[in-house]
């Protein structure tokens, strides 16, 4: 049984949420504030996180910034807001979708089949998850660190590995230059953001067929980068 975190100040809301979600055969817990909803998420007994935007101690946006970095859920967002801002801040801070209050209980039920559903598609077991990544001809191998496109092996740095790896782990999530560097290099690293350009490069000239039409690691303009799954 997958198991959704809803944490929700509005405990009337979030009540009608799970017992729509349990209907349909879900488990769902509660959490009505911020600081205690990012502890119970940390815990990594979840399947998906419905998350309101609008949270006391702390809010809804930081809450998915720190889980993003930390885990490989989908996360979607909650609120009565219906600001483009708040969508565009909320996608790049790594949610996964964003729902607007009202909303019909289906179409939450809805959303939450299938971004599961998409999850367990993309990363199959969690356990196998955490060793090996297959997306198409790419393979990754955490436990020995290698990688190897269409079987043949590539040779990468330790960062080149640990970013892309990482983009790996959170397919098709637009990633931006400083949460790349803030990850992998670390918030205290002396250096510049403009090493993630470099360090994508180079991944790109050993992974991808034709550098100049990337079909693993995208340029988002404006935005940052993606790995396509």
């Not at 817990?29 to 998350?51: F, N, P, W």
């Not at 960062?159 to 290099?185: C, G, H, Q, T």
């Amino acid at each position: 049984m997958k198991r959704i975190l809803i944490v929700e100040d509005e405990l009337s809301i979030a009540e009608l949420q799970r017992d729509y979600l349990e209907m349909a055969g879900f488990k769902a817990d509660i959490e009505t504030s911020g600081d205690r909803g990012l502890r119970q998420a940390r815990t990594g007994e979840y399947d998906l996180i419905l998350l309101d935007i609008m949270l006391p101690v702390v809010d809804g946006l930081e809450i998915c910034k720190q889980l993003r970095a930390e885990l490989n859920i989908p996360i979607l967002l909650v609120s009565a807001k219906n600001e483009d801002l708040d969508k565009i801040r909320g996608l790049g801070f790594g949610a996964d979708d964003y729902i607007t209050k009202p909303f019909s209980p289906s179409e939450l039920v809805a959303r939450v089949r299938a971004h599961t559903a998409r999850f367990d598609r993309l990363t199959g077991h969690k356990e196998q998850m955490s060793e090996t990544i297959q997306i198409r001809g790419l393979r990754i191998d955490k436990g020995a660190r290698r990688v190897f496109v269409n079987a043949k092996e590539v040779g990468l740095t330790a960062k080149e590995f640990d970013l892309l790896y990482y983009m790996a782990l959170n397919p098709d999530r637009v990633f931006s230059k400083s949460d790349l560097f803030e990850r992998i290099w670390g918030m205290d690293s002396m250096g510049d953001i403009a090493t993630v350009t470099v360090h994508i490069g180079k991944i790109r000239d050993k992974i991808e067929a034709d550098t100049s039409n990337p079909q693993y690691i995208e340029t988002i303009w404006g935005a940052g980068y993606r790995l396509k799954a």
